[in-house]
């Protein structure tokens, strides 16, 4: 059997499923991954996205911020991001469990997102905790981010190095993996702590792993599918592959 028709399979039998995504889904809409031979920390140090170093020198975070969020702001979801839509219309994803900051899948019509790492769409005083949408965190951009009301750092709320993820979403994205009887990962190199942990509970509660990504990732020894090519063209094919075998 083909890897394909064994993933098509085990989504038609799962009763719940959820999908685990990465920078790799969202390269076609534009978004540069961290990783790669041309990603962004062979741009610029990785250190800037520590957060030790943005509370000290958040100047240079600031250059960073500022390449990235045109490219954040006029992305457009791809067909990765819309297949893993149909597939929860379709009723076989329960949730997208993301890495990414981006919200493309939500602007793909996306009901039930978890963000681990956060979003660049919002953004939060690191004293007195004000929050501050994207517009109003533009507004700010012309120098070091300051907030208005008390002066301190205004700091977009992505997750950085050293921080801990968003306690909320973490526990919900761990029932999700625990519960899950089928994982498909998509556009995640799993090298990344507590992410790759997700894997690993579904794995280990007997869940079965379909991982889609167009090179090797660190958790392939342990999927029941790998699939190495584009998300934008395998993930369509799976959601085609489904609606053939309902008629």
């Given at each position: 059997?083909?890897?394909?028709?064994?993933?098509?399979?085990?989504?038609?039998?799962?009763s719940?499923?959820?999908a685990?995504?990465?920078?790799?889904?969202?390269?076609?809409?534009?978004?540069?991954d961290?990783?790669?031979?041309?990603?962004?920390?062979?741009?610029?140090?990785a250190?800037l996205?520590?957060?030790?170093?943005?509370?000290?020198?958040?100047?240079?975070?600031?250059?960073?911020?500022?390449?990235?969020?045109?490219?954040?702001?006029?992305?457009?979801?791809?067909?990765g991001?819309?297949?893993?839509?149909?597939?929860?219309?379709?009723?076989?994803?329960?949730?997208?469990?993301?890495?990414?900051?981006?919200?493309?899948?939500?602007?793909?019509g996306?009901?039930?997102v978890?963000?681990?790492h956060?979003?660049?769409?919002?953004?939060?005083?690191?004293?007195?905790?004000r929050?501050?949408?994207?517009?109003e965190?533009?507004?700010?951009?012309?120098?070091?981010?300051?907030?208005?009301?008390?002066?301190?750092?205004?700091?977009p709320?992505?997750?950085?190095?050293?921080?801990?993820?968003?306690?909320?979403?973490?526990?919900?994205?761990?029932?999700?993996?625990?519960?899950?009887?089928?994982?498909?990962?998509?556009?995640?190199?799993?090298?990344?702590?507590?992410?790759?942990h997700?894997?690993?509970?579904?794995k280990?509660n007997?869940?079965?792993i379909?991982?889609?990504?167009?090179?090797?990732?660190?958790?392939?020894?342990?999927?029941?599918?790998?699939?190495?090519?584009?998300?934008?063209?395998?993930?369509?094919?799976?959601v085609?592959?489904?609606k053939?075998?309902?008629?």
């Amino acid at each position: 059997m083909e890897p394909i028709d064994l993933a098509v399979r085990l989504i038609k039998e799962s009763s719940s499923l959820v999908a685990l995504t990465g920078a790799g889904i969202s390269t076609d809409s534009g978004i540069p991954d961290f990783r790669s031979p041309d990603g962004i920390w062979n741009r610029y140090p990785a250190l800037l996205g520590d957060y030790s170093t943005f509370q000290k020198h958040p100047e240079k975070f600031l250059e960073l911020g500022k390449e990235l969020l045109p490219v954040l702001m006029s992305a457009q979801p791809n067909k990765g991001h819309t297949a893993l839509r149909d597939l929860e219309g379709m009723g076989y994803i329960k949730a997208v469990i993301t890495q990414n900051i981006d919200g493309l899948h939500q602007a793909a019509g996306t009901q039930k997102v978890i963000e681990i790492h956060g979003t660049y769409k919002t953004a939060t005083c690191t004293r007195c905790y004000r929050k501050f949408s994207i517009d109003e965190m533009l507004s700010l951009l012309r120098g070091i981010p300051l907030c208005p009301d008390c002066s301190s750092i205004v700091k977009p709320d992505v997750v950085m190095f050293g921080e801990q993820l968003p306690r909320e979403a973490f526990l919900e994205a761990k029932k999700l993996a625990e519960d899950a009887d089928v994982m498909i990962v998509a556009g995640s190199s799993l090298e990344v702590y507590p992410a790759s942990h997700l894997v690993l509970v579904t794995k280990g509660n007997h869940g079965r792993i379909i991982i889609i990504n167009d090179t090797k990732t660190a958790l392939d020894r342990v999927a029941d599918v790998v699939i190495r090519d584009n998300l934008s063209v395998q993930l369509p094919r799976i959601v085609e592959k489904c609606k053939e075998e309902r008629l």
